[in-house]
């Protein structure tokens, strides 16, 4: 793998903010704070994460209605 141990846990961070992973996130925090991570970087990261998430969430919620005015129609 290419990328360095900061980037791979930031990575992981994010991946278990916007997929809904507690364990994920749990485990993920604390190897970045044994890498020295800062709290302001991991916040950072959980904030892209979460605009992530919640564009999804608003994406699959506008694709479920759109999909069942077609089935009314």
């Known amino acids: 793998m290419s990328l360095d141990g900061r980037a791979e846990e930031l990575v992981s961070i994010a991946a278990a903010v916007a997929g809904n992973c507690m364990p994920c996130f749990s485990y993920h925090l604390n190897q970045s704070r044994r890498l ?3 709290v302001e970087e991991i ?9 992530i998430r919640s564009s999804g969430t608003q994406q699959i919620d506008n694709f479920v209605s759109e999909e069942l005015k077609l089935v009314e129609s």
């Open 36 to 38: 020295g991570i800062s």
């Open 43 to 51: 916040e950072e990261t959980v904030g892209i994460a979460r605009k």
